[in-house]
């Protein structure tokens, strides 16, 4: 605790300890956790992955989203719509089309959204998410027989000989694909490029005189992070059965953004800290009062607002490093 | 011929109600730069209001107008002095807590009405239709325009010809100088709120023709109002008025020549108007 550089040090550590020990439950919880609570950890990771792509253009961009939604349910739609149309439940087809489905998305609704910033970029952004709610919505081919959204998705099919698919191998393979996003993420925002898209963040009008071509630069995170929005959508397809138009619009546009802020803006845990909060506290109003559950998620929007703007997860951590003071010696 | 005109009344009538439902909001962005997403939800909340006072009451229609649109800005003015007052120039935290007023609201409403919608109701001299060009054209859709166009006009002389509009232009363009000339920027604000909640209400009860009043509608509401401010353009009466006309006659078209696709419509305008003018028809930059 002497100087500043032991300080960082330290935190490194303790940010290295609580990874591991985060990894390790993650790896392990399905030995003892019932598959109620099983399924409830894999809800948890794939709207963690979600949370964690929309931070990535909310948090490091500084672009006010409220259309993300759409690619996750870009993503998720391409699976049930193969599953629906086709009988595809190869996941090696799925998952990749789900993918590039999602990124092409992104990739046509930049192009729109970012001719313009500020507050209309986030008009913009909800209204195009709605239009694909209001397409799902209105047209036949998305929708199964009779009802809005689409039905009857099942487990994917791994193409292994001997294996078939059960709700323990599929958190299993949501981890496999959490953990890869998680690295690939972590290097993107701590790469030139990410810490230039923090530099857009702060300051555009500068980092355009420096010769940052910046539009390009948000554009690209526009589009990769909608890429991964893609992915959570395909394994909560799989994981839910059922996707709905709602998961196209603004109702589940806002779940990230709520886990980021939740959990602590532009930090790169924070949205998965708030992702287990929300995730667990979802689950219990819902299973206290399903009457009321949007009351109560209203309400803790307001006090999230008003009472734990930094986020949770940076209180958390700015607790965490004060109560260790010891830890500094272990790396001795 | 009178297939057009019909269509193009509806159209207007429609488009009102949309400029009724956005001038309120895109003032407040413009104005205050708070982005107050649970703006269609106190549309809701007036909308219910009128519907009990004016229908389960029994009061007149002009009694409901007024209890609706004041109820909503009692719920829009305890919103912004209780908290958005102490989130100015947060867009973010704007934007979520205004949200979550939209889930507020929205279930507070289904608490105390109850989840089946009301359908549509209107002031009894109003129910009937008259002859225009050979076909009945309901009365209800006729008075909206003109309570439009006077609201319009109001609001446009509030807004270029009074102390407060002034204030409101003043704020737009330099909020730290209007400021420091002394002008209560904190009270003018709120006076903005309550007018901008009162209008959304009072078109709750007079859009109840149209809409019905239903727990759903503040997402609805809002998401109307959006298209309107970027077509239209942030922060002016004339925005809103030329938004709400254009998409509401484009819909009514929309819906007479191909209903399946509709709602498209409004959305092609949307990104047509976004890649020619990003700013909205009337917009100015914010």
């Known amino acids: ?332 | 011929m009178d297939w057009f005109v019909i269509n193009m009344l509806n159209g207007v009538s429609y488009g009102m109600v949309l400029f009724l439902i956005a001038s309120g909001m895109s003032i407040v962005l413009g104005a205050m730069g708070v982005t107050n997403l649970a703006h269609g939800a106190i549309y809701m909340v007036g909308a219910y209001a009128g519907w009990t006072v004016a229908i389960k009451w029994k009061a007149t229609f002009g009694v409901g107008l007024l209890v609706g649109g004041l109820s909503a800005a009692v719920v829009g003015l305890a919103i912004e002095r209780g908290l958005l007052r102490r989130l100015y120039k947060q867009p973010n935290e704007q934007v979520l807590l205004t949200f979550g007023f939209v889930y507020i609201l929205s279930n507070l409403c289904l608490w105390i009405w109850g989840g089946w919608p009301r359908p549509p109701f209107t002031a009894k001299f109003l129910t009937g239709s008259i002859e225009i060009l050979g076909r009945a054209y309901p009365k209800a859709r006729l008075a909206i325009i003109i309570i439009g166009l006077l609201l319009a006009v109001g609001l446009w002389w509030l807004q270029e010809k009074t102390r407060m509009g002034a204030i409101v232009r003043a704020g737009m363009d330099d909020k730290e100088t209007a400021s420091g000339l002394g002008i209560n920027l904190e009270r003018a604000f709120a006076a903005i709120f309550f007018v901008s909640s009162f209008i959304a209400g009072a078109a709750g009860v007079i859009g109840a023709q149209l809409l019905g009043v239903r727990t759903d509608l503040g997402l609805e509401v809002l998401l109307l109002a959006l298209i309107v401010i970027i077509v239209g353009g942030v922060g002016s009466i004339q925005g809103a008025l030329l938004g709400g006309i254009l998409i509401g006659v484009i819909d009514a078209f929309g819906r007479a020549v191909f209903p399946q696709f509709a709602m498209f419509t409004m959305y092609l305008t949307m990104i047509i108007i976004l890649i020619v003018r990003p700013t909205g028809l009337l917009g100015r930059k914010i």
């Open chain 1, 1 to 332: 605790m002497e100087t500043g550089a032991t300080q960082e040090e330290q935190n490194r550590w303790l940010g290295k300890i609580l990874v591991s020990l985060g990894s390790l439950f993650l790896l392990c919880c399905p030995l003892f956790l019932s598959s109620y609570g099983e399924g409830l950890m894999t809800r948890f990771l794939i709207f963690a992955l979600f949370a964690m792509s929309y931070n990535v253009v909310f948090g490091y961009a500084g672009l006010l989203s409220l259309g993300h939604a759409a690619f996750f349910g870009a993503g998720g739609y391409t699976v049930a719509l193969l599953k629906l149309h086709f009988g595809v439940d190869l996941f090696w087809i799925s998952a990749p089309l789900g993918f590039v489905i999602a990124a092409f998305t992104a990739a046509l609704f930049g192009i729109i959204a970012l001719r313009v910033s500020g507050i209309y970029f986030l008009l913009v952004t909800f209204a195009l998410g709605q239009m694909l709610f209001s397409l799902a919505w209105n047209v036949k081919w998305l929708n199964s027989k009779g009802m809005q959204g689409i039905t009857g998705i099942s487990l994917p099919d791994l193409a292994i000989q001997g294996l078939t698919l059960n709700t323990t191998w599929y958190y299993y393979l949501v981890l496999i694909f959490f953990a890869i996003s998680v690295v690939v993420l972590y290097r993107l925002v701590n790469s030139p490029y990410g810490v230039a898209l923090v530099g857009i963040r702060e300051d555009e009008s500068r980092m355009a005189a420096v010769g940052y071509n910046t539009w390009l630069y948000k554009y690209l995170a526009f589009v990769i992070s909608g890429a991964f929005a893609g992915i959570a959508g395909v394994l909560f397809s799989y994981y839910n059965f059922f996707v709905s138009p709602h998961h196209l619009g603004i109702a589940t546009s806002f779940l990230p953004m709520v886990m980021a802020i939740m959990g602590g803006v532009g930090t790169f845990f924070g949205p998965v800290i708030g992702a287990v909060v929300f995730i667990f506290v979802e689950n219990y109003a819902s299973i206290l009062t399903p009457q009321r559950w949007p009351l109560i998620l209203g309400g803790l929007f307001v006090i999230i607002i008003m009472f734990a703007r930094d986020g949770v997860g940076v209180y958390l951590w700015r607790l965490l490093s004060k109560v260790t003071p010891g830890y500094g010696s272990i790396k001795g």
